[in-house]
């Protein structure tokens, strides 16, 4: 029978297939170098591509599927799917270290209820002048408000499950109040909640490509004047549709 893992590493992913090759073969690596018995989860959200079978062949230990399309759903069917007592969420498109991994599970053994990281992006030449200042604004808000990057989010499993795990009513931002709840239940707890400033994170700038500087921060200042906006699909675009062409 085997070991039963200490961490789960879940990786949400609609019609991922060039990057979770890269992705998961840096989480691999990462998994190696640890002394903990870690499991590697991959959802197939619903993809029309060869997500499911590349996932397969890249080194996943368990492929899910979740048939809606909701990153926070997809979240949550992994974390059921999930065998560990620690939980760290990747996206697709975000690499990561060993020492980034390492650290993580140090938090989750010393003290902390869950954390997230500093993301950094990959070929952010054509982010632009306001591409770039975004990229550090999310920097200093990140750090400084304890606010996790839906990138690379780690928690306990009792402080997810004790607070709902991802809010499905949510088609944006889960993360962001994930991240609320859990600081709210480790303060009652005498647990922490922080972000690792080193390693970090690097995930992709696609969307960068995908979308102009000014763009990109209109969907912010949009869903910051207007929150209630992330509760549709139909106002949540940005994640769920790509530039065809």
Known sequence: MP????????????????????????????MAAQPLIGECIVVNNNSTDSTAAIATAAGADLVVYEPINQIARARNTGAQASRGQQLIFIDADTRICAGLLAAALRQLTTGSCGGGAIIEFENTQQAGVLGRWGIATWRRISTFTRTAAGSFLFCQRAAFEAVGGFDQKLYASEEVRLSRQLRKWGRAHGMRFDIITQPTARTSARKFHWYSGPKLLGWVFFMMLAPIAVRSRRFCGFWYKRPTG
Do not use: G, K, M, Q
């Open 3 to 30: 070991d039963v893992p200490d961490y789960s590493i879940i990786i949400p992913a609609f019609n991922e297939e060039a990057e979770l090759p890269t992705t998961l073969d840096a989480i691999r690596t990462a």
